[in-house]
């Protein structure tokens, strides 16, 4: 154990028997093998002469391993030392790693998305068997595609993780590599499967195309990482959010109902169109709280290149735009309640993030992160608005 510059090192030639160290603690409370800090107590010296005899001292020692040496190795187990946890705690550790890793917020947007989509699909034909089915296909093999595509780019994002999103389970150490590597590719593969197994082409071709974005947008292999270029890296995302999300989920509704010729109706356009735009602000914003981490690695994002500031507010102009645009969309609703809850909600939504935004310190990444969060709030409601609206 070194000594931690700052703590008094003590000098005596008394015997080693007279120094009696009390070591509170030393543990490590996380199967990643992480040190922590704890205290020694050093309890009674004797003897430093007469005057200081019988007089204790309490030093605060900081007791750090050595992280090397106490490094998982990458390819076993993850398993807890702590005796008092048990199996079932390790468990609930992997589960929770494991939880991390889907990034939630995404699988939300994904889960909203598909159903609504699926439902502007189904329209006035109402919940059938088969409608159930093609909405359970599209659920389940979405849902897997999109662990395998945010799994990608958590495996070639570990070093810049580490500074911008350490709580992610390959930056925190909560998950090896290779681990990560065998839930990417079975995610990937299953959702395929199920693609095909359904026999819908628009199902197959969504799949196929989100998994080649993003590889495209995460992998580090020559003219690939388009995530390092804001066109290309917007392109992927705008993609992925904004068309084939809209116009493949719901023509394999369309596909599986039976559909002669499979048309594009007014409702999915307009949603295609709001969600073009939204996927721009998703692309630019998300790089917002990651900016010292990207700066590090030589990822020219345009919020590295342009500033916190300026694309903040690009990004709120944008989505002030969206918003005055669907509600002059539902203005030409077939009926007036619609008209009315189409205006009134999406005006509502779009001075809620005016009101968010001015609230948000652009000097502080966890503030402009929660407000990034709030964004893809209002991405998910108005997957919600878009059966009822149109």
């Given at each position: 154990?070194?000594?931690t510059?700052?703590?008094p090192?003590?000098?005596?030639?008394c015997?080693?028997?007279n120094?009696?160290?009390?070591?509170?603690?030393l543990?490590?409370?996380?199967?990643?093998?992480?040190?922590?800090?704890?205290?020694?107590?050093?309890?009674?010296?004797?003897?430093?002469g007469?005057?200081?005899?019988?007089?204790?001292?309490?030093?605060?020692?900081?007791?750090?391993?050595?992280?090397?040496?106490?490094?998982?190795?990458?390819?076993?187990?993850?398993?807890?030392?702590s005796?008092?946890?048990?199996?079932?705690?390790?468990?609930?550790?992997r589960?929770?790693?494991?939880?991390?890793?889907?990034?939630?917020?995404?699988?939300?947007?994904?889960?909203?998305?598909?159903?609504?989509?699926?439902?502007?699909?189904?329209?006035?034909?109402?919940?059938?068997?088969?409608?159930?089915?093609?909405?359970?296909?599209?659920?389940?093999?979405?849902?897997?595609?999109?662990?395998?595509?945010?799994?990608?780019?958590?495996?070639?994002?570990?070093?810049?993780?580490?500074?911008?999103?350490?709580?992610?389970?390959?930056?925190?150490?909560?998950?090896?590599?290779?681990?990560?590597?065998?839930?990417?590719?079975?995610?990937?593969?299953?959702?395929?499967?199920?693609?095909?197994?359904?026999?819908?082409?628009?199902?197959?071709?969504?799949?196929?195309?989100?998994?080649?974005?993003?590889?495209?947008?995460?992998?580090?292999?020559?003219?690939?990482?388009?995530?390092?270029?804001?066109?290309?890296?917007?392109a992927?995302?705008?993609?992925?959010?904004?068309?084939?999300?809209?116009?493949?989920?719901?023509?394999?509704?369309?596909?599986?109902?039976?559909?002669?010729?499979?048309?594009?109706?007014?409702?999915?356009?307009?949603?295609?169109?709001?969600?073009?735009?939204?996927?721009?602000?998703i692309?630019?914003?998300?790089?917002?709280?990651?900016?010292?981490?990207?700066?590090?690695?030589?990822?020219?994002?345009?919020?590295?290149?342009?500033?916190?500031?300026?694309?903040?507010?690009?990004c709120?102009?944008?989505?002030?735009?969206?918003?005055?645009?669907?509600?002059?969309?539902?203005?030409f609703?077939?009926?007036?309640?619609?008209?009315?809850?189409?205006?009134?909600?999406?005006?509502?939504?779009?001075?809620?993030?005016?009101?968010?935004?001015?609230?948000?310190?652009?000097?502080?990444?966890?503030?402009?992160?929660?407000?990034?969060?709030?964004?893809?709030?209002?991405?998910?409601a108005?997957?919600?608005?878009?059966?009822?609206?149109?």
């Amino acid at each position: 154990m070194v000594p931690t510059r700052g703590v008094p090192r003590l000098k005596t030639r008394c015997p080693a028997s007279n120094l009696i160290i009390s070591v509170q603690a030393l543990s490590f409370s996380s199967p990643a093998m992480k040190p922590h800090l704890h205290t020694a107590n050093i309890a009674t010296v004797h003897p430093f002469g007469d005057a200081m005899r019988n007089k204790a001292f309490q030093y605060t020692v900081l007791a750090r391993a050595s992280a090397e040496s106490l490094q998982q190795p990458e390819d076993l187990p993850l398993t807890s030392t702590s005796t008092s946890s048990g199996g079932d705690s390790s468990a609930i550790h992997r589960l929770a790693s494991l939880y991390r890793f889907t990034r939630p917020h995404t699988m939300l947007g994904t889960f909203i998305s598909v159903v609504s989509v699926s439902l502007l699909a189904i329209g006035a034909q109402g919940i059938t068997p088969a409608a159930t089915t093609a909405l359970g296909q599209a659920l389940v093999s979405a849902l897997l595609m999109n662990i395998s595509i945010v799994g990608v780019n958590q495996i070639y994002d570990i070093e810049i993780d580490r500074i911008n999103k350490p709580y992610l389970p390959l930056a925190a150490g909560d998950f090896s590599v290779s681990l990560a590597t065998a839930v990417v590719w079975l995610t990937g593969a299953a959702s395929l499967a199920v693609g095909l197994a359904t026999g819908s082409p628009p199902l197959l071709a969504t799949l196929s195309g989100s998994l080649l974005l993003g590889i495209a947008y995460s992998t580090d292999l020559p003219f690939l990482r388009w995530k390092k270029y804001p066109v290309a890296a917007a392109a992927c995302i705008l993609a992925v959010r904004a068309v084939l999300v809209q116009i493949g989920f719901f023509c394999h509704m369309q596909h599986s109902l039976g559909a002669a010729e499979l048309v594009l109706t007014r409702p999915v356009i307009f949603a295609t169109g709001f969600m073009l735009m939204f996927s721009i602000v998703i692309a630019l914003f998300k790089d917002l709280p990651d900016i010292a981490g990207d700066e590090k690695a030589g990822v020219q994002t345009l919020s590295v290149r342009l500033g916190e500031e300026r694309v903040f507010w690009l990004c709120i102009a944008l989505l002030e735009v969206a918003y005055i645009g669907a509600a002059g969309v539902s203005l030409f609703s077939e009926s007036l309640w619609r008209r009315v809850a189409g205006v009134v909600a999406h005006g509502v939504v779009g001075g809620l993030i005016w009101w968010r935004a001015k609230r948000t310190n652009l000097k502080e990444s966890k503030s402009i992160y929660a407000c990034y969060m709030d964004v893809w709030k209002a991405f998910y409601a108005e997957y919600l608005l878009l059966p009822l609206l149109i």
